[in-house]
């Protein structure tokens, strides 16, 4: 391990955490494994300290053991400690941690939807954070509450706070925990992929709001990210880990400049830059063939016009139609296929919403083809057969899968809803699904709760593939993934699109990722697609504003550059 983040560090005597030791095992029917084997750090006030590394590396249960959040039944601190200044976490009273957490200690956590209570408003649960751990009182709580909302640049504040999770898209979501986090102004902030379902726009604000509470509070923060661009422009400090050890560590041009392991050298390898396709027309991978142009007059595999979804279009209970503007509003485009068109813009922005609305998951007006089947006001039978030609890779992994089926189940059951394979079969069908999205054949026998959040999204796209479909909607299908599985999943779905000649309607807020996958690329701001083209002209010479903004907002995997510190 590098120097800079040993025991004997001469910043361990000011720091504001210290991690020393530490080892966590898992509880598994044949006995502990060691997942976290002895890491030591130390972080000093308003000091950035960036975890990287792959999915199932272990920065996510490193962040659960220092909030002593780690479930009970599975995960148990072996050896170490965690002190907070000079106060050992792990042999707090339970009831002396609660004020620990969310007080002096916070967390944003990966997946808003599994951390958010769905049967409390947004208001009473940023309320709660805010009542308990500042003391306030009355009016002045939901005042509060307003103003942090506004601070990470949540619209009509009043209104939202009214509203419960499901009504948010993911990045709203993400963007309430973030304001819970920040609401109590705390030491130390642990934050596990906050911008992962955040747009480019909002993500830039969100990390310049945590500069801010860095510089103004001298808080310290443990970002944990796969985002290398997000690592460049925050961290001063870069851990590397790798299987549950840190294999380097130094600072954050140290790392970028002057890798001095293997593996970090791939991970760099692996970031997505943007522009690193510019001036070309298509995507491609490195081992593709050239595939001849589509013949005169073949059909699009999905044709959408003047499609309108509007969620205030029915009457509510004083049968009064709601203003609010719909969220989408006359989106039209084709995907021919072996085609992809990319559409982005920031959350709420309309993607998902149109995403559901072409698979009808939602209602909507206009016009949807599938295969040249239209499907506005088809029947759940007579949808059954598009539903095998169009499938659907969601934003949120967790919630996509059902925590009481093993992960074969889940991959199987679209074989079983359908009727294709005897049980060997789809056992080997799913043995190979798995290998084909980085993951072991084993894994078919674990439930959902024991893999980790990338993990977790690389089941889910297995699952969407079992059915060979001709059209999948993407909707934010590679955020939870670090960079070289992420390459790895992309490559993946490029194969397939070559050799099966899907569609796809790739939604996601990351241009570089946009631009590698992308023949076309939509644009869409509050509701409406303000540009859209081929992605050579719209990526290297955007007509409109908005999308120079989101073009500029990118983060630039290179700390001289992000973030200039000489």
């Known amino acids: 391990m590098s120097d800079d983040l040993r025991s004997g560090d001469s910043r361990r005597q000011d720091a504001v955490l210290t991690v020393e030791n530490l080892s966590v095992d898992a509880l598994t029917p044949q006995g502990a494994r060691r997942v976290i084997d002895g890491i030591s750090f130390a972080l000093a006030p308003g000091e950035t300290l960036c975890l990287a590394g792959e999915s199932g590396s272990g920065k996510s249960v490193t962040a659960l053991s220092i909030m002593r959040l780690l479930p009970r039944s599975s995960l148990r601190i072996a050896g170490g400690d965690i002190r907070l200044e000079r106060q050992s976490l792990p042999r707090l009273p339970e009831r002396a941690m609660r004020d620990v957490r969310g007080g002096e200690i916070a967390m944003i956590f990966q997946e808003p939807m599994t951390s958010l209570n769905p049967v409390h408003s947004i208001g009473a649960q940023l309320t709660e954070a805010i009542r308990i751990h500042q003391g306030a009182e009355g009016s002045s709580i939901e005042k509060r509450a307003r103003d942090m909302l506004d601070v990470v640049h949540i619209g009509d504040p009043a209104r939202r706070i009214k509203q419960y999770p499901h009504e948010l898209s993911g990045g709203m979501r993400q963007r309430v925990m973030i304001a819970m986090a920040l609401s109590c102004r705390p030491k130390v902030l642990l934050a596990d992929e906050p911008t992962t379902a955040l747009d ?273 909607v993407a909707d934010e299908s590679v955020a939870a993934l670090d960079v070289s599985v992420r390459a790895r999943v992309l490559d993946l779905m490029l194969e397939l699109q070559e050799t099966l000649g899907l569609a796809y309607l790739f939604i996601s807020h990351d241009m570089a990722v946009v631009e590698r996958m992308s023949h076309d690329v939509a644009v869409m701001r509050a509701g409406r697609i303000v540009e859209a083209g081929p992605r050579r002209s719209v990526l290297s010479s955007p007509r409109e504003t908005y999308t120079r903004e989101l073009i500029a907002a990118v983060p630039i995997p290179d700390p001289r550059v992000a973030n200039p510190r000489e």
């Open 200 to 472: 480019v726009t909002v993500q830039a604000q969100i990390l310049k709001l945590m500069r801010e509470l860095k510089r103004e509070f001298g808080t310290a923060i443990i970002l944990i990210t796969h985002d290398m661009g997000v690592v460049a422009e925050m961290a001063d400090r870069v851990a590397v880990m790798r299987d549950g050890r840190i294999v380097e560590a130094g600072s954050v041009l140290d790392i970028f400049e002057r890798p001095q392991a293997d593996y970090t050298r791939e991970l760099l390898a692996a970031v997505p830059r943007l522009g690193a396709f510019a001036g070309t027309d298509a995507p491609t991978r490195v081992t593709a063939t050239a595939r001849p142009p589509l013949p005169n007059g073949v059909a699009p595999v999905l044709s959408v016009k003047n499609l309108i979804v509007d969620y205030g279009a029915s009457s509510n209970l004083f049968r009064r139609r709601t203003l609010e503007a719909p969220a989408v509003q006359d989106v039209s485009f084709d995907i021919m296929p072996g085609h992809t068109l990319g559409l982005v813009g920031e959350s709420g922005s309309g993607k998902s919403t149109a995403g559901k609305a072409v698979l009808g998951l939602v209602p909507f007006t206009g016009s949807v083809t599938i295969g040249g089947t239209s499907i506005q006001g088809l029947s759940a039978s007579a949808m059954r057969p598009v539903r095998r030609a169009a499938q659907m890779i969601f934003q949120d992994p967790y919630a996509s899968l059902d925590p009481r089926m093993t992960v074969g189940a889940a991959i199987a059951e679209p074989l079983v809803i359908h009727g294709i394979g005897s049980k060997g079969d789809r056992r080997e069908r799913v043995a190979s699904l798995l290998a084909h999205v980085g993951l072991e054949a084993d894994h078919a026998l674990r439930y959902p709760h024991e893999f980790s959040g990338g993990q977790r999204q690389r089941i889910c796209i297995a699952r969407a593939l079992a059915l060979e479909p001709k059209l999948i």
